[in-house]
């Protein structure tokens, strides 16, 4: 299950993408229009910052803003920043999961694999951009 914390980051970032010919963007404005707490927006950003996906500046005129093209982000590029382990969908497959002494004998790890597989194939064919086409983000619900 994708976190609220991976939600709203994608929330965020296309508020930003639909707001990057501008400069930078203020977090609180992006707060006011996604209503969402400057205090969880707080834990968010800076997982966003040290990604790459963003970048901001303090004081007068600061803010953040893409720092790549819409196009070029992913859905998965974000989700793998907010929920951490690779999007693993068993213990055993996550990033720092030490080796599995029953994988040799693990009937069901090509299934989790296979599943894995599919959820990142889906979500790296989802763009920043994909999301801004339409004003109700076309079928995808976040």
């Given at each position: 299950?994708?976190?609220?914390?991976?939600?709203?980051?994608?929330?965020?970032?296309?508020d930003l993408a639909e707001r990057r010919n501008g400069g930078y963007v203020p977090?609180?404005?992006?707060?006011?229009?996604?209503?969402?707490?400057?205090?969880?927006?707080?834990?968010?950003?800076?997982?966003?910052?040290?990604?790459?996906?963003?970048?901001?500046?303090?004081?007068?005129?600061?803010?953040?803003?893409?720092?790549?093209?819409?196009?070029?982000?992913?859905?998965?590029?974000?989700?793998?920043?907010?929920?951490?382990?690779?999007?693993?969908?068993?213990?055993?497959?996550?990033?720092?999961?030490?080796?599995?002494?029953?994988?040799?004998?693990?009937?069901?790890?090509?299934?989790?694999?296979?599943?894995?597989?599919?959820?990142?194939?889906?979500?790296?064919?989802?763009?920043?951009?994909?999301?801004?086409?339409?004003?109700?983000?076309?079928?995808?619900?976040?």
């Amino acid at each position: 299950m994708i976190s609220t914390r991976g939600r709203y980051a994608i929330r965020v970032l296309v508020d930003l993408a639909e707001r990057r010919n501008g400069g930078y963007v203020p977090m609180k404005d992006v707060a006011g229009r996604q209503e969402l707490s400057l205090k969880y927006m707080e834990q968010i950003l800076p997982l966003l910052v040290r990604s790459g996906l963003i970048e901001g500046i303090h004081g007068k005129g600061g803010g953040y803003r893409l720092r790549r093209e819409p196009e070029d982000i992913s859905v998965w590029d974000v989700l793998t920043v907010t929920e951490g382990g690779g999007m693993a969908p068993v213990a055993c497959l996550a990033e720092d999961a030490p080796a599995c002494g029953r994988r040799g004998e693990c009937r069901t790890i090509a299934m989790w694999e296979g599943y894995r597989r599919l959820t990142e194939d889906y979500f790296r064919g989802i763009s920043l951009a994909d999301l801004m086409r339409t004003e109700d983000g076309g079928s995808y619900v976040i």
